[in-house]
């Protein structure tokens, strides 16, 4: 593991509880003072060495539990150790700073506590609504060791397990974070390929979850015109963190015998794909980006859908689209007579997506329930010649694909690739019954919520485009 590589343990923390005496009745005494005494030293020179440092900290700060792994985010700490607080920010937002107060404490060890609330530094290991445990945040690390010299010190997640190392930054926190902020947004590769010693690779990566995958792939034969066939021999994930020139990974990923610890690349990524480049491994990969990427930002605005079949097509008008989560999901509002849905933002594909969920009430974010049992949900509907069926799949829906005019963007629906065994082209309401003794949880069609436009139904076949109107 590369952090573990880093780790440059003090012998003095290994003297920690060595005073055992042994069955005889005199013993030697090999140091002057208790361990306890040691171990104050020990936390207080780390005090200082943190407090001393002008401009702060980089945060390699890495976060997963079991629902899985979230990758690392930098996080900028300026600590003030007379008064025993600690500034942070954090490369999700811009310009928020925080301030709270840290401690150097034991508990089997070394511990540095960021014992009041933070908001930057307690997100990801506080309990939400979705993630009933927190995201395998830490805000208490164990202090593997520290380098006076080097300047890095050494942690260690006391819940999660992950290392967490901090390294100075040579700028202002607010400028180090700025730019930090500004590679993360403007880092949106989602795939990538290339060759090691002449054998084919491919990848993804997941910029929301900031996992790295690489795939081995193998030739199995040729196609009419002779070009090779591939299929996926092995595959390799690792989760990664955003530096100021390109990729770290969190541990060394291996492909096709070649060990690669971080990636290098230009983060002018807006213009053109980009390269991935180890020089030390003479690696060279291809990043990607879909030629219908566009940002957040750009969906904001006024729609007009249509939708319809056998030569009859019907169009809703003043469909609002506004963020509800900045970099994560729309609110749209218009396109339901009496509620309110969601749009996913998805940042891999730059594309919006309409999916399964329950209904809101209109301008609030409570899911609508009627007679105190049944939810009013949006539902995938694979309507068509060759399939059918509704389906309660959170994954499952459709995805907006752009036509490339910046001036008068227009989009098509097209199924979002949930699934392999049929095709979403439709949507309409439905009720899922909350009742434990309900023979299906599909009670029945949700006919008094309707979508806007001409005929007022519950139903919306076959989704043809979105075009933006303001």
């Not at 490369?91 to 301030?99: G, K, N, Q, V």
């Not at 880092?187 to 010693?197: A, E, N, R, W």
């Not at 329950?358 to 329930?369: H, N, R, S, T, W």
């Not at 309507?383 to 227009?410: R, Y």
Request: some cysteine; proline content about 3%.
């Amino acid at each position: 593991m590369k952090t573990m590589k880093r780790i440059l343990t003090i012998g003095l923390v290994l003297a920690l509880g060595l005073s055992a005496q042994s069955c005889l009745k005199s013993y030697v005494e090999y140091f002057d003072e208790s361990s306890s005494e040691r171990l104050t030293a020990y936390l207080s020179e780390l005090d200082k060495m943190l407090g001393a440092e002008q401009y702060g900290w980089r945060m390699e700060y890495f976060v997963g539990n079991e629902d899985g792994d979230f990758g690392g985010i930098n996080v900028a700490l300026k600590f003030d150790s007379e008064k025993g607080t600690v500034t942070a920010m954090s490369e999700e937002d811009a310009t928020a700073a925080y301030t709270s107060h840290y401690v150097m404490t034991t508990d089997s060890g070394p511990v540095l506590s960021f014992d009041t609330y933070n908001p930057i530094l307690h997100k990801y290991g506080t309990a939400s609504a979705e993630y009933y445990e927190g995201q395998g945040g830490d805000f208490q690390f164990f202090i593997i060791g520290y380098d006076k010299d080097k300047k890095v010190v050494n942690l260690k997640g006391k819940r999660n397990g992950k290392f967490c190392n901090l390294y100075p930054i040579s700028q202002s926190l607010e400028d180090f974070n700025a730019k930090m902020y500004d590679i993360n947004r403007n880092f949106y590769v989602s795939s990538f390929d290339g060759d090691i010693d002449g054998q084919k690779v491919t990848g993804d990566v997941d910029v929301r979850n900031r996992q790295f995958t690489a795939y081995e792939m193998e030739s199995y034969g040729k196609d009419k015109d002779g070009n090779p066939l591939y299929d996926i021999a092995r595959t390799v994930s690792v989760p990664y963190i955003l530096t100021e020139s390109g990729l770290s990974f969190y541990e060394p990923i291996e492909v096709f015998g070649k060990s690669i610890e971080s990636l290098d690349f230009d983060f002018n990524l807006a213009q053109s794909d980009t390269t991935f480049r180890s020089a030390a491994q003479n690696i060279a990969f291809k990043g990607h980006i879909p030629s219908d990427w566009l940002p957040f930002e750009f969906f904001e605005g006024t729609y007009a859908l249509t939708y319809g079949s056998f030569g009859s097509t019907s169009t809703i008008n003043n469909i609002v689209l506004t963020p509800e989560e900045p970099g994560f999901t729309y609110r749209v509002s218009g396109l339901g007579k009496n509620f309110d849905l969601l749009m996913d933002y998805n940042i891999r594909t730059g594309r919006l997506e309409l999916r399964y969920q329950a209904a809101l009430q209109p301008g609030k974010d409570e899911v609508i329930i009627d007679d105190d049992r049944f939810i009013v949900v949006l539902l995938p509907w694979a309507l068509g010649p060759d399939s059918g069926g509704l389906w309660m799949n959170p994954d499952l829906g459709m995805a907006t694909q752009w036509n490339g005019n910046s001036e008068n963007p227009v989009f098509t629906w097209v199924d979002n690739g949930g699934a392999r065994s049929f095709v979403t082209t439709s949507f309409l309401m439905y009720y899922y019954d909350t009742d434990d003794t309900a023979d299906s949880s599909y009670y029945d069609s949700a006919e008094d919520y309707v979508f806007a436009g001409s005929g007022g139904s519950y139903q919306l076949p076959y989704l043809k485009t979105f075009r933006k109107t303001k």
